[in-house]
T-cell receptor
């Protein structure tokens, strides 16, 4: 399958600081990337969908000013959690979808980033 | 009612058993059905990807889709301790954003 990486794999930060998480498709061009968050023993909740070169589409209830998403190239999307608070502590996972060939129409997931806000 | 329902388990089986994992859904427009395996603190890994109804087999894994009953299944033959993970079903309505709707996941434990 296609390979998606995330960086960092875990991060601890102080309340009020901002954290940037990178998502990269390593061996295919991702026209669409998705950002999810997952709380312990719960399923993945879609936060936003981003298409290369355009603004992200946020799911209902997700604050776009708090969770800034940039999809500047076909292989990189970033999620910035601004002014993080302890309730933002979660497992953030990205996925990427190509158009044909490798990546196809399926979503391939990154390994996730565990964010802990103190 | 959730769009996708999945028993969270945990489901414990002995090594070598046949495992049956299931999801039901309410949206008849779903056409793509996926099964993902997720190990603790890792991202989901795509296991099976099926379109519309029918069966698909890959090694020890078989995915079944019954659109008339709005019911999908994943069977694991000769289960191994390394199969212990959470299994998530996901569905989507093409085309467009290809937004996936996930089940809550079933935790599986295969006992040696």
């Amino acid at each position: 399958g296609a390979v998606v990486s995330q960086h960092p794999s875990w991060v601890i930060c102080k309340s009020g600081t901002s954290v940037k998480i990178e998502c990269r498709s390593l061996d295919f061009q991702a026209t669409t990337m998705f950002w999810y968050r997952q709380f312990p023993k719960q399923s993945l909740m879609l936060m936003a969908t981003s298409n290369e070169g355009s603004k992200a589409t946020y799911e209902q209830g997700v604050e776009k000013d708090k969770f800034l998403i940039n999809h500047a190239s076909l292989t990189l999307s970033t999620l910035t959690v601004t002014s993080a608070h302890p309730e933002d502590s979660s497992f953030y996972i990205c996925s990427a979808r190509g158009t044909s060939g490798k990546g196809g129409n399926e979503q391939f997931f990154g390994p996730g980033t565990r964010l802990t806000v103190l | 009612q959730k769009e996708v329902e999945q028993d969270p388990g945990p489901l414990s089986v002995p090594e070598g058993a046949i495992v049956s994992l299931n999801c039901t859904y309410s949206n008849s427009a779903f056409q793509y059905f996926m099964w993902y395996r997720q190990y603790s603190r890792k991202g989901p890994e795509l296991l099976m990807y099926t379109y519309s109804s029918g069966n698909k087999e890959d090694g020890r894994f078989t995915a079944q889709v019954d659109k008339s009953s709005k019911y999908i299944s994943l069977f694991i033959r000769d289960s191994q301790p390394s199969d212990s993970a959470t299994y998530l079903c996901a569905m989507s309505v093409p085309p467009g954003t290809y937004k996936y709707i996930f089940g809550t996941g079933t935790r599986l434990k295969v006992l040696a």
